[in-house]
Nanobody
Framework: QVQLVESGGGLVQAGGSLRLSCAAS????????MGWFRQAPGKEREFVAA????????AYADSAKGQFSISRDNAKDTVYLQMNSLKPEDTAVYYC?????????????????WGQGTQVTVSS
């Protein structure tokens, strides 16, 4: 079993930055590929970014490229999502997810474990 806890969300003005963290714990939580997804009000959850087990490979949604950066610290079993130049349309609940294997995935169905989500609100 793997437990995921997100933190770092909050209210920020447009143009600001936030760094989300996702801490993994549990007997099988080490070095798992992980991803970030988000769900805006009235919309389906969508892929944001993913990272391989060792951080050597990353993937981003087109909407996140150049604006968001995913990274990890395996010594802390933690994955981060650095979000810069935030826009009101980035407002959403952000979820981290973990999967077994080597690389991250873009589909929700790729992932076995999910966090509860953290709210990010960007004001104009």
């Amino acid at each position: 079993q793997v437990q995921l806890v997100e933190s770092g969300g909050g209210l920020v003005q447009a143009g600001g930055s936030l760094r989300l963290s996702c801490a993994a714990s549990g007997p099988q939580s080490t070095n798992l590929p992980m991803g970030w997804f988000r769900q805006a009000p009235g919309k389906e959850r969508e892929f944001v970014a993913a990272i391989s087990w060792n951080g050597g490979s990353t993937a981003y949604a087109d909407s996140a490229k150049g604006q968001f950066s995913i990274s990890r610290d395996n010594a802390k079993d933690t994955v981060y999502l650095q979000m810069n130049s935030l826009k009101p349309e980035d407002t959403a609940v952000y979820y981290c997810a973990a999967k077994y294997g080597v690389t991250g995935g873009r589909r929700e169905s790729d992932y076995k474990y999910w966090g509860q989500g953290t709210q990010v609100t960007v004001s104009s």
